[in-house]
């Protein structure tokens, strides 16, 4: 829910931005206060007046607007604010505000807030591909600013297909709430005064001083795991693998690099109510590690020897005395997913295994969509593709129903 909370949706001009205006009731409908800022393109697209309606306050957009300046004025504007929503985020407005560029009000807004900024972009495929726009977006998410798609789909330009989609209104709705939910402690959940331990990330096993084996893991769906846990009112500990993302909010997070030095976080961090592994951990580690940079030479091409890593889940789920009541695993697999993932319920001790197809054509490793089979020993159900986000929520929904039952 949302109740109390402010929202500043700024609109900038996109043809998704009608899908802005259903974005506003579902707001409206959750209890928060919604302010709209358009940009002169935007309202080529909608009419101030529609978008007026829904929010049920007047819509902001020039900048010389004296009463607006006098009373309101831009730095007003976005610190009566809990959270800044640009939807549609064009790849223009991205640019400018990577830029520091403040041509309009909408502009100024976001350049002078120090408010979270949830950007939910829309725009050509090609355009979303180009490296200026991949680069801006690079650039700014980190600590305050954030992204919800875009979605791959169709778009308006007939014939054209690929990312590109603004997110469906929900799905805003759902990375709204993650970012101005209470904090865990304010807010007691199903998961209060319980513990949830959950790994994330890749492990990274050192080959020598410089090199590493590793793999693409974004710890994206992990830490979306843990959010989603803190935000039942649970203590959280994270163990993560070496990833580039932000830590969750409310969460107590220990960064690891190995699979050995996992497995000591994780026995370190128990007991806890449930586990939930998340990471994709090195299956296997160079025997010995090289204390000096190795190098080229007569020898030739240095031999890895590889050895086993320590399986963290098999070793938490089979327990004897610290095994949490739920312990729930992931499995990405690139073929004959649902049949490994029921093998490995039964091997690893697992209570639910979370399976997805990581095939390079999916666009899930690193990705910010999931698509999962929840299987447990009451069966195998497909989920719809979603939101890593929304993935987490029903899973952490089902693991609290699983430690109550
Ligand atoms: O066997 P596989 O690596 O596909 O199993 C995946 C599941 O097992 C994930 O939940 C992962 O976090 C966990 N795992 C682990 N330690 C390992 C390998 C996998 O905890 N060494």
Known sequence: MLADKRILLVMSGGIAAYKALELIRRLKERGASVRVVMTKAAEEFVTPLSAGALSGDRVYSDLFDLTAE????HIKLSRDADLIVVAPATANIIAKMAAGIADDLATNVLLATDKPILLAPAMNPRMWANAATQRNVAWLKGERVFTVGPNVGSMAERGEFGPGRMAEPMEIVAAIEALVAPAPDAAPGPLSGRHVLVTSGPTHEPIDPVRFLANRSSGKQGHAVAAAAARLGARVTLVSGPVTIPDPAGVSVVRVETARQMLAAVEAALPADIAIFAAAVADWRVATEAEEKLKKGPAGVPQLNLVENPDILASIGRHPSLRPK??????????????NASAKLQRKGADVIVANDVSPETGIMGGDRNHVRFVS?????????ADKAAVAAEILARAARLLAG
């Not at 006098?70 to 004025?73: A, R, S, T, W």
């Not at 739920?326 to 649902?338: D, H, K, P, S």
């Open 326 to 339: 739920v312990v729930i695993g992931f499995a990405a697999e690139t073929e004959n997913l649902v049949a």
């Open 377 to 385: 020993a009451t069966g195998v159900e497909d989920w719809p593709e």
């Open 70 to 73: 006098h009373d309101i004025g």
